[in-house]
């Protein structure tokens, strides 16, 4: 019971942990060109937001300093799902289900 304890609160610190922290200045800026670029119609080129990186500052465990943790917003997403799947699975698991697929 103990450990079950322990592991909700370690992925629920974890999942606050991924929104709070987001740090809109992690993308640089486009460095400015020296001379000016001819302007065209052609469309700009398609970007993917979730190839973006972000950093975020998280709280380390035994230290008074936040750690910067980049990655890119498709890997945030990732790992707010598994800590979602892992806390719905710590859930089930609790109230006498197995946390497995089919229930055994």
Known sequence: ????AIAIAFASSLLLSTG??????????????PTAAPTTDAAPPA????????CRY??????????????TQRQWKQMTTDSRDLMDRLDDHDRGGSGLPGGN
């Open 1 to 4: 019971m103990r450990l079950s």
């Open 47 to 54: 970007t993917n937001d979730d190839d973006t990186v972000t």
């Open 20 to 33: 709070a922290f987001a740090d809109a200045a992690a993308t640089p800026a486009a460095p400015a060109s």
């Open 58 to 71: 998280e709280a380390t465990t035994g230290s008074n300093f936040k750690k910067r943790v980049c990655h």
